[in-house]
Protein backbone atom coordinates (compact mmCIF):
# COMPACT_ATOMS: atom_id res chain seq x y z
CA UNK A 1 0.00 0.00 0.00
CA UNK A 2 3.00 2.37 1.07
CA UNK A 3 4.68 1.65 -2.17
CA UNK A 4 1.48 2.90 -4.18
CA UNK A 5 0.69 5.97 -2.40
CA UNK A 6 4.30 6.35 -2.86
CA UNK A 7 4.04 6.12 -6.91
CA UNK A 8 1.18 8.52 -6.84
CA UNK A 9 3.36 11.11 -4.85
CA UNK A 10 5.64 11.10 -7.42
CA UNK A 11 3.41 10.93 -10.40
CA UNK A 12 1.79 14.30 -8.99
CA UNK A 13 5.22 15.81 -8.16
CA UNK A 14 6.07 15.04 -12.42
CA UNK A 15 2.77 16.52 -13.46
CA UNK A 16 3.04 19.45 -11.45
CA UNK A 17 6.70 20.03 -12.87
CA UNK A 18 5.55 19.80 -16.48
CA UNK A 19 4.85 23.55 -18.34
CA UNK A 20 2.67 22.75 -21.48
CA UNK A 21 4.48 23.97 -24.97
CA UNK A 22 7.47 25.18 -22.53
CA UNK A 23 5.32 28.03 -20.92
CA UNK A 24 6.96 29.43 -17.84
CA UNK A 25 4.73 28.75 -14.70
CA UNK A 26 2.54 31.31 -14.18
CA UNK A 27 3.58 34.03 -11.93
CA UNK A 28 1.33 35.97 -9.22
CA UNK A 29 -1.08 37.82 -10.34
CA UNK A 30 -0.07 42.35 -10.45
CA UNK A 31 -2.37 44.33 -8.75
CA UNK A 32 -3.76 47.13 -10.97
CA UNK A 33 -2.31 50.33 -11.75
CA UNK A 34 -4.31 52.68 -9.29
CA UNK A 35 -6.05 55.44 -11.08
CA UNK A 36 -3.72 58.17 -12.34
CA UNK A 37 -3.75 61.90 -13.54
CA UNK A 38 -1.75 62.60 -17.03
CA UNK A 39 -0.35 65.51 -18.45
CA UNK A 40 0.84 65.41 -22.08
CA UNK A 41 3.93 67.48 -21.82
CA UNK A 42 3.91 67.41 -25.60
CA UNK A 43 7.54 67.11 -25.55
CA UNK A 44 8.44 69.90 -23.44
CA UNK A 45 12.55 71.00 -24.62
CA UNK A 46 15.25 72.15 -21.82
CA UNK A 47 18.27 73.66 -23.40
CA UNK A 48 20.78 76.45 -21.40
CA UNK A 49 19.37 78.17 -19.73
CA UNK A 50 15.97 77.74 -19.90
CA UNK A 51 13.62 76.24 -16.93
CA UNK A 52 10.27 74.19 -16.81
CA UNK A 53 7.95 73.60 -14.47
CA UNK A 54 5.17 71.04 -14.17
CA UNK A 55 2.26 71.21 -11.77
CA UNK A 56 1.35 67.10 -11.79
CA UNK A 57 -2.10 67.13 -9.53
CA UNK A 58 -3.44 70.50 -11.45
CA UNK A 59 -3.88 72.07 -7.87
CA UNK A 60 -2.21 75.40 -9.21
CA UNK A 61 1.56 74.95 -7.50
CA UNK A 62 4.82 73.44 -9.03
CA UNK A 63 5.87 69.85 -8.11
CA UNK A 64 8.92 69.78 -10.31
CA UNK A 65 11.58 71.98 -11.94
CA UNK A 66 13.82 71.56 -14.50
CA UNK A 67 17.19 73.61 -14.91
CA UNK A 68 20.28 74.35 -16.05
CA UNK A 69 23.44 75.29 -14.74
CA UNK A 70 26.85 76.66 -15.80
CA UNK A 71 29.78 75.44 -13.81
CA UNK A 72 33.18 77.25 -14.87
CA UNK A 73 35.40 74.60 -12.44
CA UNK A 74 39.30 75.97 -12.39
CA UNK A 75 40.65 73.01 -10.85
CA UNK A 76 39.49 71.21 -13.82
CA UNK A 77 40.25 73.76 -16.53
CA UNK A 78 36.87 72.75 -17.90
CA UNK A 79 33.39 74.89 -18.13
CA UNK A 80 30.29 72.51 -17.24
CA UNK A 81 26.73 72.73 -18.16
CA UNK A 82 24.52 71.06 -15.61
CA UNK A 83 20.72 69.60 -16.48
CA UNK A 84 18.99 68.60 -13.68
CA UNK A 85 15.75 68.65 -11.55
CA UNK A 86 14.25 69.65 -8.35
CA UNK A 87 11.90 68.81 -6.18
CA UNK A 88 10.03 71.58 -3.19
CA UNK A 89 9.34 71.79 0.05
CA UNK A 90 5.79 69.58 -0.59
CA UNK A 91 7.40 67.05 -3.21
CA UNK A 92 10.36 64.35 -2.89
CA UNK A 93 12.99 63.08 -5.70
CA UNK A 94 14.65 59.53 -5.02
CA UNK A 95 18.21 60.39 -4.44
CA UNK A 96 21.42 58.24 -4.08
CA UNK A 97 24.75 59.67 -2.35
CA UNK A 98 26.12 61.22 -5.96
CA UNK A 99 22.31 63.64 -6.24
CA UNK A 100 21.43 60.50 -8.78
CA UNK A 101 18.34 59.30 -9.59
CA UNK A 102 17.27 55.61 -10.92
CA UNK A 103 15.75 56.18 -14.45
CA UNK A 104 13.16 53.66 -14.47
CA UNK A 105 11.72 51.61 -17.37
CA UNK A 106 8.47 51.32 -18.50
CA UNK A 107 6.81 48.89 -16.33
CA UNK A 108 8.85 48.75 -13.52
CA UNK A 109 7.72 49.70 -9.76
CA UNK A 110 7.96 53.00 -8.13
CA UNK A 111 7.63 52.02 -4.71
CA UNK A 112 6.27 54.49 -1.37
CA UNK A 113 9.10 53.73 0.43
CA UNK A 114 12.78 54.30 -0.81
CA UNK A 115 14.05 52.27 -3.48
CA UNK A 116 17.91 50.31 -3.59
CA UNK A 117 20.83 53.00 -2.78
CA UNK A 118 17.89 55.92 -3.03
CA UNK A 119 16.13 58.13 -0.48
CA UNK A 120 12.96 60.21 -1.22
CA UNK A 121 13.99 63.63 -0.08
CA UNK A 122 12.26 66.93 -0.21
CA UNK A 123 13.63 69.70 -1.67
CA UNK A 124 16.02 67.97 -3.75
CA UNK A 125 18.51 68.21 -6.60
CA UNK A 126 19.11 65.29 -8.55
CA UNK A 127 22.21 65.67 -11.64
CA UNK A 128 20.98 63.95 -14.58
CA UNK A 129 23.69 64.78 -17.41
CA UNK A 130 26.08 67.41 -17.82
CA UNK A 131 28.39 68.77 -21.11
CA UNK A 132 32.01 69.00 -19.71
CA UNK A 133 34.22 71.63 -21.88
CA UNK A 134 38.25 71.61 -21.27
CA UNK A 135 40.90 74.21 -22.12
CA UNK A 136 41.85 71.77 -24.37
CA UNK A 137 40.14 68.98 -26.01
CA UNK A 138 36.75 67.88 -27.33
CA UNK A 139 33.70 68.42 -25.07
CA UNK A 140 32.50 64.75 -23.35
CA UNK A 141 29.02 64.46 -21.86
CA UNK A 142 28.77 62.49 -18.05
CA UNK A 143 25.91 61.39 -15.95
CA UNK A 144 23.22 58.44 -15.93
CA UNK A 145 20.83 60.39 -17.86
CA UNK A 146 23.03 61.31 -20.47
CA UNK A 147 21.52 58.27 -22.94
CA UNK A 148 18.31 57.82 -21.70
CA UNK A 149 15.32 57.34 -24.41
CA UNK A 150 11.47 57.50 -22.32
CA UNK A 151 12.50 56.76 -19.21
CA UNK A 152 10.96 57.45 -16.13
CA UNK A 153 12.20 60.00 -13.30
CA UNK A 154 9.84 58.72 -10.12
CA UNK A 155 8.72 61.66 -8.15
CA UNK A 156 6.41 62.23 -4.82
CA UNK A 157 3.98 65.11 -4.19
CA UNK A 158 2.73 64.88 -0.33
CA UNK A 159 -0.45 66.55 0.25
CA UNK A 160 -2.01 66.42 3.80
CA UNK A 161 0.21 64.72 5.12
CA UNK A 162 -0.05 61.48 2.28
CA UNK A 163 2.51 61.02 -0.44
CA UNK A 164 1.38 60.64 -3.81
CA UNK A 165 3.43 58.48 -6.49
CA UNK A 166 4.06 59.70 -9.92
CA UNK A 167 6.62 59.51 -12.90
CA UNK A 168 7.83 61.86 -15.97
CA UNK A 169 9.08 60.73 -18.84
CA UNK A 170 11.91 61.91 -19.89
CA UNK A 171 14.27 61.37 -23.12
CA UNK A 172 18.17 63.03 -23.32
CA UNK A 173 19.49 64.16 -26.80
CA UNK A 174 23.74 65.44 -26.37
CA UNK A 175 23.29 65.88 -30.28
CA UNK A 176 20.99 68.51 -29.83
CA UNK A 177 21.79 69.73 -26.04
CA UNK A 178 18.66 69.24 -24.58
CA UNK A 179 16.46 67.36 -22.18
CA UNK A 180 12.86 67.05 -23.42
CA UNK A 181 10.06 66.12 -21.43
CA UNK A 182 7.04 64.05 -22.87
CA UNK A 183 4.54 63.17 -20.22
CA UNK A 184 3.83 63.20 -16.76
CA UNK A 185 1.72 61.13 -14.16
CA UNK A 186 0.68 61.39 -10.53
CA UNK A 187 -1.78 58.54 -8.40
CA UNK A 188 -4.83 59.63 -7.19
CA UNK A 189 -4.27 57.32 -4.53
CA UNK A 190 -1.99 57.84 -1.63
CA UNK A 191 0.13 55.51 -0.58
CA UNK A 192 0.30 53.71 -3.54
CA UNK A 193 3.19 52.01 -5.19
CA UNK A 194 3.18 52.65 -9.22
CA UNK A 195 4.21 51.61 -12.62
CA UNK A 196 6.16 53.63 -14.82
CA UNK A 197 4.99 54.71 -17.99
CA UNK A 198 1.66 53.20 -16.87
Given at each position: ?KS?VY????????????????A????K???P?????????????????????????????A??G???????????????????A??????????D????S??F?S?D????????????????????A??????S??????G??????????A?????????????????FD????????H?????????K????G?
Open positions: MVALVLAALSLAGCKKDGPAPSPVKQPEMIYTDLQNRELKFQQAQVIDLNKDGADIFSTWYIGDPVEREDEVLFFGSYIHSLLLVDANGPAKGVIPVSNYPGHTWYQVAQVEMMKNTPEGQPYWEAWKQVSHQYLIQVVKEGKRYNGWIEVSTAGEKLILKAAICKEAEAVVAK
